[in-house]
C-alpha cells in the first residue's frame, strides 16, 4: 500500500477538528431553537389549551379577557418570529453585543411577564457586570429555560431573579415558589441528560462552555432554585 502524502495526516486532524467545532455549533442551534422559539410555542399553547378549558366549561369570557389573551399570544408569536429571522440571519439573539446583562435580563422578564402573566421579582447589584457576549448569551438562555420551566411544570406563582458580581464571577439564581421536583441524578438511566429533557441538560451545557459552574436545588413541594456562575469579563 502507498504511503499518504505529507500532509495527509494533518489535514486529517484538521477535518475532525472542523468536524468537532461543526459538532459544537450544532449543539448550539439545537439549545437556542430549544430555548427561544419552542419555549415561547409552548406558552402560545399553554394559554391556547387554557382558552380552550373556559369554552369548554361553558364559561363565558369577557372581552377584557380575551383582549388579554390575543396581546399575550401575538407577543408569543411576534417573538418567536423574530427568534428565527435572526438564526436565519446570525444564530443569534438582536443586539447582544451592544446591550448590557442587565438590560438584557430585564428585557427577558418583561416579555416573560407579558406572555405567560407570571410574575417575576429581579434583584440586581449596584455596579454593572462586566460581560463577554459568550456569557451574555448562555445566561439569558438558562434564564430563558428556567423561567420556562418554572412556567409549564412548577405551577409557581413567583419568579425570583438575582444578578450580582460576586468576586471574579457573575451569579444568576432563578427561584420559583411552584411545586419542587425531585432533581435527577446527574448520569445514568435515569439522568436529566436523558434526551427528551434539553432544558437543564442545556443550561449544564451552556455554563460549562463558558467555563462556569451550575447548580439546582429543588424538593417536591420546596421550589426551584437555579445557580449559575460565569467568570467575569477580564
Ligand atoms: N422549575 C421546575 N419546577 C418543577 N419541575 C421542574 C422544574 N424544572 C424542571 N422540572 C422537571 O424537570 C424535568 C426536566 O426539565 P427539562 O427542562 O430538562 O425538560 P422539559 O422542560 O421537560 O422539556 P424541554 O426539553 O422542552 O425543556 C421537567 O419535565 C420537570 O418534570
Ligand atoms: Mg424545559
Not at 96 to 118: K, P, V
Request: aromatic content about 4%; glycine content about 8%.
Amino acid at each position: 500500500m502507498e504511503n499518504p502524502p505529507l500532509g495527509a495526516s494533518s489535514d486529517k486532524i484538521t477535518a475532525r477538528r472542523m468536524l468537532a467545532v461543526n459538532e459544537e455549533e450544532l449543539q448550539r442551534i439545537i439549545l437556542d431553537i430549544h430555548d427561544g422559539p419552542v419555549q415561547n410555542l409552548f406558552a402560545a399553547l399553554a394559554q391556547v389549551n387554557l382558552a380552550q378549558k373556559r369554552r369548554r366549561r361553558g364559561e363565558t369570557v369577557a372581552a377584557a379577557d380575551y383582549d388579554r389573551l390575543l396581546a399575550r399570544l401575538s407577543t408569543l408569536l411576534e417573538a418567536t418570529l423574530d427568534e428565527i429571522r435572526n438564526f436565519l440571519g446570525t444564530f443569534r439573539p438582536p443586539d447582544f453585543a451592544q446591550r448590557r446583562l442587565s438590560e438584557i435580563i430585564e428585557g427577558l422578564l418583561m416579555h416573560h411577564e407579558m406572555a405567560t402573566g407570571c410574575q417575576v421579582t429581579l434583584a440586581m447589584g449596584k455596579r454593572p457586570c462586566s460581560t463577554s457576549l459568550p456569557v451574555k448569551i448562555a445566561l439569558y438562555r438558562i434564564c430563558q429555560e428556567a423561567l420556562s420551566n418554572a412556567h409549564r411544570h412548577a405551577q409557581a406563582s413567583h419568579q425570583w431573579v438575582r444578578l450580582t458580581e460576586e468576586g471574579a464571577h457573575i451569579v444568576m439564581e432563578i427561584r420559583d415558589d411552584g411545586r419542587g421536583f425531585e432533581p435527577p441524578p446527574l448520569t445514568g438511566p435515569e439522568a436529566t441528560e436523558r434526551e427528551e429533557h434539553i432544558g437543564l441538560r442545556g443550561m449544564r451545557e451552556r455554563i460549562a462552555l463558558v467555563g462556569g459552574q451550575f447548580e439546582l436545588h429543588s424538593a417536591p413541594g420546596a421550589g426551584t432554585r437555579i445557580i449559575v456562575k460565569a467568570p467575569v469579563d477580564e
